[in-house]
């Protein structure tokens, strides 16, 4: 990292923003000032409006035909929009980031655009990709890197541009231990060499603590965000942390409630694996032979490394994605008149047998408001129009969705998004439950109600199956763990 980077200043001027199709401001008269070099951590509850001020200060939240606006964003004085090159950012969802087919070129994109020097670009992507640990070959394809191993490349490409600003949004959240440390410690060695400014937001706090200087805390009120504290890691969650952990933010110390263990056994066998074998692409496996026993009433942990093939496995066993080598089979109860293999199941059969909430949100939003999005599994089991208005209202209720139920579903913040696909899921009342990273992007009450929500549905017979780096999601459900890979 070049010690020639000028670290930059950020600064919010009476500041709002709405999107077109939301009915709140996602954030209203937002004044901050941050000083070049410092180093901030950003929190507050879910929907609090953290990720749009950061996007704001990036410059690409989009035109007036996306949006309301009013007031003033500045990066070294001019707007965020202008400031071309002195901002990197990493989303909260990597693959909205990754631009080019491979691993290289990827990271290369941002130097490109800013007229690094081709030789120049070539000492930094390796530089880039050496610092956030992510050790595959130039030439791999983007499409076949992990949740986590994207989220890796996304710091890259922006550690490779050398920003006076970086801001992060969840940058670990999908990463396993090692990784969060690996991506915390490359970006200490980044600001340390040039002195660049940070923003992170971020729920896990104990691993950022070390590094950041400042602490500002964003709340959520009917018209827009205010700012609920703002000071030094001691002043804001020392003194006043038992007040910010009831309003959502995870403070060390204070920790959720979580449910009691399960009320009984596990029940019947409702879905199992023999010798299988995943693969994200034909021919090219990545985990396996996998034997697993999935039963009524029963919560399992799939754990594993980055990249070792956690996601694929959950989507061989809903039946989304064929088999390498071995099997899937759905017991007869399960099956209930259907084929074993789920993989052979029409659509409308998984979804009262199997339902799938994906890691990333965006790949699974198919309706244009919030409340059709949870009625559009209800619909295609052709349910009365009372019923599906019952069970939707239900879930708007126990997920906190209701204020949101006229939003289009894009324009939510990453927590939220989380809550309506599990919320979507469990509008068709399914036996088994494939759930990768459950709790991405909560705060520290959603965190809890979603646990609770779905150590109930274990309890009254549902299988879960959550594939999760939380480890505290893991335990609060008391899950039998089955690692994959090595």
């Not at 990273?437 to 309890?459: K, N």
Request: net charge negative.
């Amino acid at each position: 990292m070049s010690p020639l980077v000028t670290p930059a200043a950020l600064e919010a001027r009476g500041w709002g923003w709405r999107y077109a199709t939301r009915l709140r401001w996602a954030v209203r008269e937002a004044d901050l000032r941050i000083e070049p070099g410092e180093r901030v951590l950003l929190l507050g509850a879910s929907g609090s409006g953290k990720s749009t001020l950061l996007q704001g200060f990036g410059g690409v939240l989009g035109g007036a035909d996306e949006g309301e606006t009013h007031g003033e964003l500045l990066v070294d004085g001019v707007r965020s929009t202008e400031a071309r090159g002195r901002v990197g950012m990493v989303l909260q969802d990597p693959d909205t980031q990754t631009m080019l087919a491979r691993v290289g070129d990827d990271v290369a994109f941002g130097c490109e655009n800013l007229g690094v020097p081709r030789e120049e670009i070539w000492h930094r992507v390796r530089e880039a990709l050496d610092a956030v640990q992510l050790d595959v070959p130039l030439d791999r394809s983007t499409n076949a890197l992990s949740g986590g191993q994207k989220q890796r490349l996304a710091l890259a490409g922006v550690l490779a541009m050398r920003p006076g600003a970086i801001l992060l949004d969840e940058p670990t959240a999908n990463l396993d231990p090692e990784g969060v440390r690996d991506v915390r410690d490359a970006v200490a060695a980044a600001l340390d060499a040039s002195g660049a400014t940070l923003i992170v937001i971020e729920h896990r706090i104990d691993v950022w603590l070390p590094l950041v200087t400042r602490v500002i805390v964003l709340g959520a009120e009917p018209d827009g965000t205010i700012v609920l504290a703002d000071g030094t890691p001691g002043e804001v969650l020392g003194a006043r942390g038992a007040e910010l952990a009831a309003s959502g933010v995870w403070v060390p110390g204070h920790p959720p409630a979580v449910p009691p263990p399960p009320a009984r056994a596990s029940g019947d066998l409702l879905l199992e694996t023999h010798e299988l074998v995943v693969s994200r692409r034909r021919r090219l496996p990545v985990a396996g032979p996998l034997d697993l026993d999935v039963r009524a009433g029963e919560a399992i942990g799939i754990t594993g490394a980055n990249g070792s093939g956690k996601s694929t496995f959950g989507l061989t066993l809903a039946g989304l994605i064929p088999a390498e080598r071995g099997r899937v089979a759905a017991s007869a109860l399960l099956a209930a008149g259907e084929v074993a293999d789920p993989l052979r199941w029409s659509s409308r059969a998984l979804l009262t047998r199997i339902a799938t909430v994906l890691q990333t949100p965006e790949h699974q939003l198919l309706a244009k408001t919030v409340r059709e999005e949870l009625s559009v599994g209800p619909r295609a089991l052709r349910l009365g129009e009372a019923e599906i208005a019952g069970r939707t209202e239900e879930l708007l209720e126990r997920l906190r969705l209701a204020p949101l139920a006229e939003a289009n579903p894009y324009t939510l913040s990453g927590g939220e998004k989380r809550r309506l696909t599990v919320a979507a899921a469990l509008a068709t009342r399914p036996q088994v439950i494939v759930l990768d990273e459950p709790t991405f992007g909560q705060d520290a009450r959603t965190w809890a109600e979603l646990v609770s929500i779905i150590a109930r549905l274990r309890d009254e017979g549902t299988a879960i199956v959550a594939i999760s780096h939380d480890e505290a999601v893991l335990q609060a459900l008391h899950a039998r763990r089955f690692g994959v890979g090595a």
